[in-house]
């Protein structure tokens, strides 16, 4: 849920939606059972959208974020898969097309492919935007991440002065969140490779695989940038 979209953009959003809900409804034979596997998608995305908005917000005044007392439990990160699930209703659509059953191990993995590479993006989304996340107050994957590491350090403080305590969050992120939320990319990459490589249907899936590689190279990038800040850092100390 993005609380930065223009609220007059609500009503066409809203007839796109109903459109979206028609086309795909409609789109394939009864037997395939298609029209059911939408629809249970699509409640899953919105108890998904759901949960984030009453889990993953907190109070922020005058560039005070108020810590809640309880975080988000992102457990396996599916919940940040679910609102971005959508995206494989077109592919999923044309493999059935194609006759592949919905319960097929092809479509199974397939859907797990996605579910993991939307991951990885996410997180990366997260890893990038977490400045931003703190001051609308929403709590991502890598705000929830930081907050716990903040509470591992003995902060004993309810709120956090996102100027005066900047330079100690930024710390933070990059010399004990940065290294968890790399290998949890890493992980999720991991698992959508394995999905891909499962698949036989694919004549040739390099570009599958290059969504794959992107998103691991961004988090492989931030690792090597806070390697070098380390290593600059213990420089100076040795000085």
């Not at 107050?137 to 002065?161: A, F, P, Y």
């Amino acid at each position: 849920m993005d609380e930065a979209a223009d609220p007059k953009l609500l009503p066409i959003a809203n007839t796109f939606a109903r459109h979206y809900t028609d086309y795909f409804s409609h789109l394939l034979p009864a037997e395939t059972e298609f029209r059911r596997f939408f629809h249970a998608l699509m409640d899953k995305l919105d108890a998904a959208n759901a949960w984030e908005t009453e889990y993953c917000r907190a109070r922020v005044e005058n560039n005070i974020f108020y810590i809640p007392e309880a975080l988000p439990d992102y457990k396996d990160y599916e919940q940040k898969y679910e609102p971005a699930s959508g995206h494989i209703l077109g592919p999923v659509a044309e493999l059935v097309m194609r006759g592949s059953p919905l319960e097929s191990p092809e479509i199974k993995n397939f859907i797990l492919y996605f579910k993991h590479y939307l991951i990885t993006m996410q997180l990366n989304d997260d890893a990038h935007d977490w400045e931003e996340d703190f001051r609308r107050g929403h709590i991502s994957t890598v705000v929830d991440l930081m907050l716990r590491d903040l509470r591992e350090t003995g902060w004993q403080k309810t709120t956090i002065d996102l100027e005066a305590d900047l330079p100690e969050l930024k710390k933070l992120f990059w010399f004990t969140t940065m290294p968890k939320y790399v290998k949890l990319v890493f992980a999720n990459a991991e698992k959508a490779r394995a999905a891909l490589a499962a698949i036989k249907i694919f004549e040739d899936e390099k570009l599958l695989l290059r969504f794959i590689d992107r998103n691991e190279n961004i988090a492989r990038k931030a690792e090597q940038e806070q390697a070098s800040t380390e290593a600059f850092l213990q420089m100076y100390r040795d000085l």
